[in-house]
Every structure is written in C-alpha cells, then in structure tokens.
C-alpha cells in the first residue's frame, strides 16, 4: 500500500451527467490532502465514491489498500467520516451520539466511553455532553460530527466540506482542531471551496472544476507556477468593460514583468515576482499617459487567483455557480 | 443538477441479489432507535394506547349492548383481540412510515450510520425489527388491557405474540415500501386512508368478514390484519383450533416473499 487513497481514471455519472471525468489522484499517509473547487464541481461526488456510499461508475478506487466496492466494511471500519450535511442523531445527546456511533464499529463498551471522553475533551464538547444535539449551534454540530468521525480511530480523516455554512469564529475553531489532527499525523482528504482554508491546511491539492482536475500541486507551488508572488490590481473609472488597447497598453509598460493577467470587470489583474516594483512603473507610466486610475492596489497572489486563472470564475462565488467573468 | 425521480422499476434493481447482512450491526440499528425511543416511550405509548381503548369502550359497552351474540361471543369478546392486532398495526406503520421517513430523509440518519461498517441493508434491517418491536409492543400493552378486562380466557393468549410478531414484520415490510416510493410526507395520508384504515374498519375487526357482500370478501382476506386477527381471536379466548395454522402460514409466507422488498427499494432510492 503506497498510497492512502488511488484514484485512476475515477468516473462518476449520474444517468449521462458526468459528474467527476476520469480523474486520477493519490493521497500519501500522513498529507492534508484537498480537493479545492466550486459548488458543482464533483467534490461530494469524489467523496461519496471514496467512502463507499455512491458506487464507482468506472475506474480504479483503493482505499488503504482494499477495493472499496468489493470491500465496503472492512474499509469504512477505517475511516472517519465527516460528510457536507448533518446527519448527527437529533434527539440524542451528545455523548450519546458518540457511544451510539462506536456501536456501529463494534467498539466495547468501556473502549467506547473513553474514546468518547477523549473526543469531548479534545473537540471540546465536554460542558456540552448532555446537550440534546437539535438544540446545538451549527459550530457545535460541526464539531460533534468530526469528533464522531473520530470514535474509530480512523486510518484516513475524509471532510467534505467541513466549516461551510460556519461564521468565522466557528470555523476558526474547526481549522484549530484540523491542525492538530494533521499535526498527530492524521491522514486527511478534506473538500472545501475556501481558498483560505485550503491554503491553512492543505500539504497537497487538486483543482476542481466541470468534474475534471484543472491541477494539482502544493498550495505554493500552484500559486508560484501559475501566477507568482504578486498581484497589482488596477482599478479603471471606466463603467464598462476595459478596452483591449487599454489593458495593452499597462501590460507593455510591464513587459517582462508581467507573469500573466486577468481582466475583471474594470479591474485589470496583474501577476508578477516583482510587485512592488511592477506597481510603482505602472502607476507612473499611467501618471504620464494621463489615464485616470479608480485605485491600484498590491496584494500577495493566492490559489483564488490561480482558479480564477486556471477557469476565468471565482470559486467562492455567492450564486453557487462561480461568477463568470466578461 | 437534474435530480430526475427514479423510476419505479429502477427501485427494484438488485432484487435477486443476495442482502448484505451483519446481524451485530443490524441490531446496533435496531438499539439507537430504541435508544431514541426511550427519550419519550411513556408519551408515545400514552398517545397510542389511549385510542384502541376508547375503542374498546365505544364499541364493546356502548354498541355491544345491543349486540348480543356474535360468532357465538359477547362483542366485547370478539373485539377486544382484534383490538391488540389494530393497535399494535398502528404503532408499526406509523413508526414505518412517518418515523422511517424522517430517519431517511431530513434527519439523514441513515446516511450517518452508512459512513460506518453498517450497511444500507443493515440499516433497513434493524428499521424492520424496530417497526416489529413497536408493534410488538403496543400489541403487548393493549393485551395487557384485554388481561385486566378478563377478556383472555386462557394461557394460551400469551401465544398471541407469535401472529403478533409476523403481523407487524408485514406491515413493517409494506409500509418501508411505501416509504420508498414516497415523495413527502402528504403521501402517507394516502396510505392511511387507503389501506389501514379501511383494513382497520373491514378486516375482521368489528365484524366477520362473511357479512361483506360475497364478491368483495376477497379484500380483506388479503390483509395482513384479517390473519392476524383470525389466529390472535381463538388463541385469547382459549378456543384453538387447527385451522388457525393455515392464516399463520399465511402470514409468515408473506414476510418471508416480502422482506426483501423494502431492502433494495430504499437502497436505490438513496444512493445514487
Ligand atoms: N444524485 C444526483 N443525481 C444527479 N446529479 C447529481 C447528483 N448528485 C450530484 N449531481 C450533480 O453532479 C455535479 C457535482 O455535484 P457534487 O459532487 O455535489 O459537487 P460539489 O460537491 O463539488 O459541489 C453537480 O452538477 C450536481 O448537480
Ligand atoms: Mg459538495
């Protein structure tokens, strides 16, 4: 078993929708690794594909070494489970739902009351621990269902999406305990459309996008390949769309300096190695053409421009399809 | 994306195949719901019990005044075990129903206990002997009615709980499979007011079959709840008969031709 998880050529369809297109990835023991992409992309479909619940339409799936369709049980008894909807026992307490869990993996009794102690503590849930669940927060929900995913000891941590839906502070919180996790070397595959929690917690990812797998790399290393260290955003007071001339233009006066760009509305995106210095040339040389700028503005890259590099949309678009650009 | 309804043959896709059953894990689901189910039992059996009892006095002191003789009985006597079969159908089908919907649907329960070992025949499993237990146990409680009553003549009423037992099996059984099928909630109305309802009225509960006109005997003598009635009757009043064998085979063949229904039924419906 070389890897936690191997994905080739991994198909999902529902009826002639492809849902996920022959993707490959494989997770190594002990890595964060995530699947970054906007809602639609194929994530939960993935998922649902790796622990089991939604059968493989084609390709090749191992999970820790064991085929997941002709092996289903003895692969969920190693896995931890925490999938994008509640699916927590509401009428239960919260230890209560954690005991209830650990009868699903046969854990005995007493194993099953430290370990649910253990987790209270470690999510902590302790004051809460008989709480009826309805009446928790949705933080609190989200916690429970890790510390749930957690009663087994799992082999591989898998999160769908685990702090969408949470207010900062919540998934704050949740990124914490991750950490941890990941620091006691927890194997993790973890689905999110936040670039930030991506880049907090991911060693290695794939981008996601229509079911395909647009890259995969180290957060770095995607940010570097495809957009580098900075990006000068310039704002136009046209009210309209940019002209070509005029995006031209900026991109001559930064010749080589330009890595590449992104037009956005009547923002001109520039990414460059040298920003400091790229920001200043551009906003004398537009001082001497006399083009009015709304504003300029320098700022680290991020995987949000390498996705809105790579597909020409935002990822954490509020309409839930990606916000397409002009 | 489309979330095309499947349709209703698809649902029974994988009927010929063998279930995939862990019998530990089937009743670590059959004790969560118990587990669940003990947060409120003295409420819900309250509510369930309360309904065949005013029944029983409606039926058995009022009307059964006028009512002399019935099949050789008292009407409190031919009632009363039907009674036990009724409320114990009662408690089956709504926990089979409404409750499992729940589980399935918003609660997502299932979806939870499917991330574990269990499997998704596992889950319907222990729902089945969960809904068998319910009427178990109602019928049990209202037996209990009858026994202070002084309406079961002999030892041989606690057999009841063998008819009993394959009775709610059967309705645990039909109404998963409704639950299946089910868009919503408003559907199981039809359910009740089609099916258990009238079986509640014409099966043999309030009067033999044999006073409905001749052509639609036929109905009831298909139900469940007429079999069921038909072995739970002699065996509370002591008067057994060999007969009796045939609506208990009746029963447990239905169970056995039907449980795998509901299993494959609810699996396509969830997974995708
Ligand atoms: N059961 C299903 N039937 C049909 N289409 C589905 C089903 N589940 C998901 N899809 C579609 O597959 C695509 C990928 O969905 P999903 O895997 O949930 O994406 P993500 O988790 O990245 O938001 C979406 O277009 C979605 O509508
Ligand atoms: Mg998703």
């Known amino acids: 078993m070389e890897f936690a998880i191997e994905a080739k050529k991994l198909t999902k369809r529902f009826g002639h929708f492809t849902a996920v297109n022959e993707i490959d990835f494989s997770v ?299 | 994306m489309q979330n095309t309804q499947p349709s209703r043959l698809s649902l029974l896709h994988g009927i010929s195949q063998k279930p995939d059953l862990s019998w530990p894990l089937v009743f670590s689901v059959f004790l969560r719901n118990l587990k669940v189910f003990s947060k409120t039992w003295v409420a819900t059996i309250m509510f369930n019990f309360v309904e065949p009892l005013l029944y029983l006095w409606a039926m058995g002191f009022g009307l059964g005044v006028y009512v002399t003789q019935i099949q050789g009985l008292s009407y409190l006597d031919f009632l009363a075990p039907g009674l036990i079969a009724s409320s114990a159908m009662f408690a089956t089908t709504y926990e089979m129903t409404y409750g499992s919907f729940t589980r399935m649907g918003h609660q997502k329960v299932f979806h939870g206990m499917v991330a574990t070992p269990v499997s998704m025949d596992d889950v319907l499993m222990g729902e089945i002997l969960y809904g068998t237990f319910k009427g178990l146990l109602y019928g049990f409680v209202f037996f209990t009615v009858v026994v202070l009553f002084g309406i079961a003549k002999s030892p041989l009423a606690l057999l009841a709980i063998i008819p009993l037992f394959f009775m709610s099996a059967v309705f645990s059984i039909i109404s998963l499979v409704w639950t299946a099928i089910a868009p919503n909630y408003d559907s199981f109305g039809y359910f009740f007011t089609l099916f258990i309802s009238p079986m509640f009225l014409f099966a043999g509960i309030f009067f033999p079959i044999d006073n409905l006109p001749p052509a639609i005997q036929f109905l009831p003598a ?31 063949a239905l169970t056995l031709v039907t449980i795998r229904l509901p299993l494959v039924m609810v699996k396509n419906k969830l997974i995708k």
């Open chain 2, 222 to 252: 298909m139900t469940p709840l007429y079999h069921a009635v038909e072995v739970i009757r002699p065996l509370i009043l002591g008067k057994v008969y060999w007969g009796m064998l045939i609506h208990l085979a009746w029963l447990v």
């Open chain 1, 28 to 326: 190594k023991y002990g890595e964060c690794f995530g699947l970054l992409g906007p809602n639609g992309a194929g994530k939960t479909s993935t998922v649902k594909m790796i622990y089991g619940f939604s059968p493989v339409t084609s390709g090749k799936l191992e999970v820790l070494g064991m085929d997941i369709m002709t092996n289903a049980r003895d692969a969920k008894s190693l896995l931890g489970i925490v999938s994008q909807e509640d699916n927590l026992d509401p009428e239960l307490t919260v230890r209560e739902n954690l005991l209830v869990y650990a009868g699903y993996f046969r854990l005995d009794r007493k194993t099953a009351r430290t370990r649910a102690d253990e987790i209270l503590s470690f999510m902590g849930l302790e004051d809460k621990a008989n709480d009826v669940v309805e009446n928790l927060s949705g933080g609190l929900k989200r916690r429970l269902t890790i510390g749930r995913a957690l009663i087994n000891d799992p082999g591989i941590l898998i999160l769908d999406e685990p702090t969408t839906g949470l207010d900062p502070h919540a998934r704050r919180l949740v990124w914490q305990r991750l950490r941890q996790l990941k620091e006691e070397g927890t194997t993790m595959l973890l689905t999110t459309h936040y670039l930030e929690e991506a880049s907090q917690l991911c060693d290695r990812l794939i981008i996601m996008h229509h079911g395909e797998i647009l890259e995969q790399g180290t957060p770095a290393e995607l940010v570097q390949k495809h957009v580098g260290r900075d990006a000068v955003e310039i704002g136009f007071t046209q009210k309209q769309k940019i002209p070509a001339e005029l995006v031209n233009r900026f991109l001559n006066w930064g010749g080589p300096l330009v890595k590449s760009h992104q037009v956005l509305g009547t923002d001109l995106i520039i990414f460059t190695q040298q920003g400091e210095f790229l920001s200043a040339k551009l906003r004398k040389q537009a001082a001497v053409a006399k083009i009015p700028l709304a504003y300029q503005n320098l700022r680290p890259a991020t995987l949000e421009d390498v996705f809105l590099k790579l597909t020409g949309e935002y990822l954490d678009a509020p309409d839930g399809k990606g916000r397409e650009l002009e």
